[in-house]
Nanobody, 123 residues
Framework: VQLQAFGGGLVQPGGSLRLSCAAS????????MGWFRQAPGKEREFVAVISWVLGSTYYADSVKGRFTISRDNAKNTVYLQMNNLKPEDTAVYYC?????????????????WGQGTQVTVSS
């Protein structure tokens, strides 16, 4: 499975961005798609995850109510709509694919990773 993430950029606090992650290759091996982020000097942290089949979602508390994860099965693409962005959301955002049987929030549960896209929230 190959993943390509894009859509990052510079945005002011309170603004919005939409990230996209396109999956290709043996996508049938993917059950869940997750978004993670990593700020300088910090560990990679879970943001959101979605099931390809049922569309079930789960969010980190820090983004709940502000971020929305969605998928387009026909395009093998997952999106992360980020609203009301805060400076603490600044990080490199990664999409990842898991072949697991349940929603997972730890990076070690994910098998394939995209290259990351930078999101900077600053005035």
């Amino acid at each position: 499975v190959q993943l390509q993430a894009f859509g990052g950029g510079l945005v002011q606090p309170g603004g919005s961005l939409r990230l996209s992650c396109a999956a290709s290759g043996r996508t049938f091996r993917s059950s869940f798609m997750g978004w993670f982020r990593q700020a300088p000097g910090k560990e990679r942290e879970f943001v959101a995850v979605i099931s390809w089949v049922l569309g079930s979602t789960y969010y980190a508390d820090s983004v709940k109510g502000r971020f929305t994860i969605s998928r387009d099965n026909a395009k093998n693409t997952v999106y992360l709509q980020m609203n009301n962005l805060k400076p603490e959301d600044t990080a490199v955002y990664y999409c990842a694919s898991s072949a697991g049987v349940r929603i997972a929030v730890h990076p070690s549960s994910y098998d394939y990773w995209g290259q990351g896209t930078q999101v900077t929230v600053s005035s």
